[in-house]
Nanobody, 117 residues
Framework: QVQLVESGGGSVQAGESLTLSCAAS????????MGWYRQAPGKQRELVAR???????NYVDSVKGRFTISRDSAKNTVTLQMNSLKPEDTAVYYC???????????WGQGTQVTVSS
């Protein structure tokens, strides 16, 4: 099993920044890529950014140029730096770790990000 613990959410004004962190523990050798998802009220959960075990990152179009995902394999952490935040970024953000070989991944408990205009 893998446990994921997120931190760094909060409330900010539009244009400000936040950094989300996710720490993995447990059977980390089973982890492949890691990513951040978000779910706004009344909307489906969506992928925000993902980073492979080799460090290749991809982003949803709406955050490109504003968000940066990074990974520290030595510390088993993944970080999402969010700049120029917009009200539409308001959501619960979840960390996810994909399993090597596929299958159901691991999820964190979520952290709230609220951006006011």
């Amino acid at each position: 099993q893998v446990q994921l613990v997120e931190s760094g959410g909060g409330s900010v004004q539009a244009g400000e920044s936040l950094t989300l962190s996710c720490a993995a523990s447990g059977s980390i050798f089973t982890i492949n890529s890691m990513g951040w998802y978000r779910q706004a009220p009344g909307k489906q959960r969506e992928l925000v950014a993902r980073i492979s075990s080799g460090g290749m990152a991809n982003y949803v179009d709406s955050v490109k140029g504003r968000f940066t995902i990074s990974r520290d394999s030595a510390k088993n952490t993944v970080t999402l730096q969010m700049n120029s935040l917009k009200p539409e970024d308001t959501a619960v953000y979840y960390c996810k770790a994909d399993r090597v070989g596929g299958g159901r991944g691991y999820w964190g408990q979520g952290t709230q990000v609220t951006v006011s205009s």
